[in-house]
Structure formats: structure tokens, C-alpha cells
């Protein structure tokens, strides 16, 4: 059973630091795209970054310069540094695994697994 999840939300003041995990198990992640997207409340899941299979990060332009999205392979791991943090980064935030290998995925349309969600709150 594949699994996708996510650790390491939780409450923050504007200005402060938060990291989150996505850990997954049942298969081997390696080949393929992994991304964090958001939600929040009332609104549409956004892309958030994404790491190719080869390892080049791409960051939605809200976050880029603030959030750094790495992968460790050998722990099937995904994280996301999210610094400077704002409370328009108020949200829900989602692992994904890419629908197929060996390509960059930036569109839910191009996600296939997911996981549950972190919840981040960044407080004014």
C-alpha cells in the first residue's frame, strides 16, 4: 500500500521558519516528480514547488527565494523549507507524487498519490 505523509505544520508568527516532511512508503519515489501544494480555506489547490526525478526544484513565484524543496532518496523522503513565512502561506499543505516517471510535474491534473495534508498557520 503506498503511502504519502506529511509532517512538520503547525502555528508560526510572520517572519518565522517551518519544515515539512513527506515520507513515503509501498514504493520507491525515485523516478519520479514530487511536489507540495497548498489549500486554503475557500480557495483552489495551488502548486506550491516540485523536485524532478534529476533533482532540479521549481517554486510557484509567491515562494520562491523563501520555501526550498529537497529530497533524500535513500529515506524515500521530501521536504520543504519554508522561511519568511507570511500569513498568506496560511494553509493546507499536500505531498504528490507525479502520474509518470521521468517527468516534471507542476498540475494536480499530473499528480497520482497524495497525502493527507499538514496543517500550517502563520499568525500577523
Known amino acids: 500500500q503506498v503511502q504519502l505523509v506529511e509532517s512538520g505544520g503547525g502555528l508560526v508568527q510572520a517572519g518565522g521558519s517551518l519544515r515539512l516532511s513527506c515520507a513515503a512508503s509501498g514504493r520507491t519515489f525515485s523516478n519520479y516528480a514530487m511536489d507540495w501544494f497548498r489549500q486554503a480555506p475557500g480557495k483552489d489547490r495551488e502548486f506550491v514547488a516540485a523536485?524532478?526525478?534529476?533533482?532540479?526544484?521549481y517554486y510557484a513565484d509567491s515562494v520562491k527565494g523563501r520555501f526550498t524543496i529537497s529530497r533524500v532518496r535513500a529515506l524515500n523522503t521530501v521536504y520543504l523549507q519554508m522561511n519568511s513565512l507570511k500569513p498568506e502561506d496560511t494553509a493546507v499543505y499536500y505531498c504528490?507524487?507525479?502520474?509518470?516517471?521521468?517527468?516534471?510535474?507542476?498540475?494536480?491534473?499530473?499528480?497520482?498519490?497524495w497525502g493527507n495534508g499538514s496543517l500550517v498557520t502563520v499568525s500577523s
Open positions: 523536485i524532478s526525478w534529476s533533482g532540479q526544484p
Open positions: 504528490a507524487s507525479a502520474r509518470e516517471p521521468w517527468t516534471t510535474a507542476t498540475n494536480t491534473r499530473d499528480m497520482y498519490y
